[in-house]
């Protein structure tokens, strides 16, 4: 309407020479612009534009207005004495619940099938065997042929992957089973309110400011205690992020494993101790193996976050996709190359681009057998308690 009103050589301008004026009278219109600098019939199409936001905001609220209306009225006459209100409500919610299972269950399988399309692209630009079994990772940024886009092989980004995500765990996992073990079997109550908050900051902490730290402070210390031992550490190593990475995963554990730990019956406790069990016996052989199963859960959402992890591995680990099992060295990692592969001005159909939704799918394959083995795990030592 505010268009139709502009003088006839304004309006009849190009579609992106419109969007500049309309903009500039939208601008004009919320006082955003400088009115000494506009022509008159800018100032007559923006208070036009101003005139006719005032009128549809009244239509609106009259047309809500209306609405309720109907709606008070539609509720009156429905509600009787014979009117099972519950029952519809409860129709209501079950529908809401089964929306919103629906939409989780079609976001993951429109996230899938995104993710093989474009898969299914790039292997049309080089074979499977070579992504899967490649020991050289060179994409070349050229489109001239097949044969100059360069080298595609997984096998030294998924090597440092794995080689950071285990250093993660050995980290992680020890420390953060013993922190659970002391805080539900040992700390008092006091130190456990202050303690387990205090452990959990780590989990809220930005994975910039990790891979700040492990940039800064981990890594030259690295460097600096192996050339006190004799041996070379990279300051940007496979180990430096692996060490930091660690450190963030802690809060997963621990306070995961605590909680589980905790719902243990006491019962359990108190017939070990009651056999001439120690305390450390009790926990062992009792406690620990009821809690299993929230134990694997905990442990696999950490394994995840850190084979998902980015940012750490982008300042700490050297970005070097080379296939080595020296953790002292530079490595790199698929959630790193998926940043660079998909990073400046790139042909969205070119094998170099395409090659981060390969890398996607291959990260979504892995994350899905770490569930199936821990739920196989879960199943095979799940001890089952009145």
């Known amino acids: 309407m505010m268009i139709s009103a502009l003088p006839a050589d304004i309006s009849a301008q190009s579609t992106d020479q419109l969007r500049v004026v309309t903009q500039r009278i939208n601008n004009l219109a919320n006082n955003f612009g400088v009115v000494a600098d506009a022509a008159p019939w800018e100032l007559q199409a923006a208070e036009h534009f101003r005139q006719l936001k005032a009128n549809s905001a009244l239509v609106l609220t009259a047309l809500i207005a209306v609405i309720a209306a109907v709606g008070m009225l539609f509720g009156l006459l429905k509600i009787t004495p014979a009117l099972k209100a519950r029952h519809q409500v409860e129709r209501v919610v079950k529908g809401l619940l089964v929306l919103c299972s629906a939409v989780a269950i079609l976001t993951t399988i429109g996230i899938v099938l995104s993710m093989v399309g474009e898969t299914l692209k790039f292997f049309s630009y080089v074979p499977p065997t070579e992504f899967f079994f490649g020991t050289t990772w060179n994409p070349r940024f050229s489109t001239v042929g097949v044969g100059e886009q ?35 079997e040992y700390a008092p109550y006091r130190l456990r309110n202050i303690a387990k908050p205090a452990i959990e900051i780590l989990a809220g902490i930005p994975t910039i400011v990790y891979g700040f730290f492990a940039l800064v402070t981990v890594g030259p210390f690295l ?65 620990l193996p009821a809690a299993l ?49 998909l990073t400046g001005d790139n042909d969205f159909s070119s094998p170099q681009s395409l090659v981060a939704f390969a890398l996607g799918l291959t990260l979504f394959v892995i994350t899905l057998l770490l569930n199936v083995m821990a739920l196989v795990i879960v199943r095979k030592y799940r001890e089952q308690y009145e």
Request: proline share 5%; glycine share 10%.
């Open 150 to 184: 360069g080298s595609f092989g997984l096998v030294p980004l998924l090597a440092g992957t794995m080689m950071i995500s285990a250093i993660a765990m050995l980290v992680a996992i020890p420390l953060g089973l013993m922190v659970a073990v002391y805080l539900a």
């Open 223 to 287: 460097r600096d205690l192996g050339n006190t031992f004799g041996l070379t550490i990279s300051a940007t190593s496979a180990l430096t992020a692996g060490v930091v990475m660690g450190i963030m995963i802690i809060p997963f554990i621990s306070s995961l494993s605590d909680d589980i730990i905790t719902q243990v019956p006491k019962t359990m406790r108190d017939g070990s101790l009651g056999l001439g069990a120690t305390k450390s016996e009790t926990i062992i052989k009792v406690v």
């Open 293 to 341: 199963p929230g134990i694997v859960g905990a442990v696999l959402l950490a394994a995840s976050r850190a084979i998902g992890e980015t940012m750490i591995v982008v300042l700490a680990a050297g970005n070097s996709p080379a296939l080595t099992a020296n953790p002292f060295e530079a490595v790199s990692t698929v959630t790193v190359t998926i940043v660079n592969q």
